[in-house]
């Protein structure tokens, strides 16, 4: 499984976008990026899965280079409620069928 | 069921004691796992089922944490002689399929005195 590396935390006023970068050196040919959400109190929840370039659904972007070595998830005129822990995570579909979490980003959404 | 259901949302028991958590899956899920989560950490992965097997379970700490799924649907952790150490909350989820996305419960609130 490929380790990825994020900020461990951010903050961020209400309104604005807010990009969280992961880093994944040795991603390999074949792993995806996904990134879950976490509010206090509640299970991870999915956000946004991606490949390479852009996906984009009704919560989130996320930007993934050529190189693939690193992504973004961009969350955009954030609110006070999206104060949560956003996690990074990379797997190969097909082989990995544990889902592994880091330390995520705890961001902290400022009124 | 709508969601992953886990019961109880929280348990207290005494230091030594033996404690049982359920997780329900989303219908048709046959991948479960389950996780202890710890305060500022992130979800710490402790085994995963595929249908009644446990296809992972290299995250079980100790011999004293087990976890069963007899019939591809509902799992039971449990853990014997509990420890302080043992105090977090414990998550379950399941997917559908490999590489689709996990769904995960409420959690279950552990604490060991």
């Known amino acids: 499984l490929a380790k990825t590396t994020q900020p461990i935390s951010m903050d961020s006023y209400e309104g604005q976008e807010v990009n969280i970068t992961c880093s994944h050196n040795n991603i390999a040919t074949n792993d995806y990026i996904t990134w879950y959400q976490q509010f206090p109190s509640q299970g991870p929840r999915f956000i946004i899965q991606g490949y390479k370039t852009k996906v984009t659904n009704e919560v989130a972007s996320l930007f993934i280079p050529a190189d693939r070595k690193s992504s973004t998830l961009s969350l955009p005129r954030v609110s006070l409620s999206d104060t949560a822990v956003y996690y990074c995570l990379v797997a190969t579909p097909n082989r990995d069928d544990k889902i592994i979490f880091g330390k995520g980003t705890r961001l902290h959404i400022l009124p | 069921g709508a969601g992953v259901s886990q019961t109880p949302s929280n348990k207290v028991t005494e230091k030594g004691k033996y404690v049982e958590l359920r997780c329900d899956p989303i219908s048709g899920h046959t991948a479960l796992y389950w996780y202890r989560q710890s305060l500022g950490q992130g979800p710490e992965f402790l085994i995963y089922f595929q249908g009644t097997g446990a296809a992972d379970d290299s995250g079980l700490p100790n011999d004293r944490f087990f976890a069963v799924r007899p019939e591809g649907s509902v799992s039971t952790l449990k853990i014997q002689r509990t420890e302080r150490g043992d105090s977090a909350v414990y998550l379950c989820?399941?997917?559908?399929?490999?590489?689709?996305?996990?769904?995960f419960g409420q959690g279950t609130r552990l604490t060991v005195v």
């Open positions: 989820a399941s997917r559908r399929q490999k590489g689709a996305e996990a769904f």
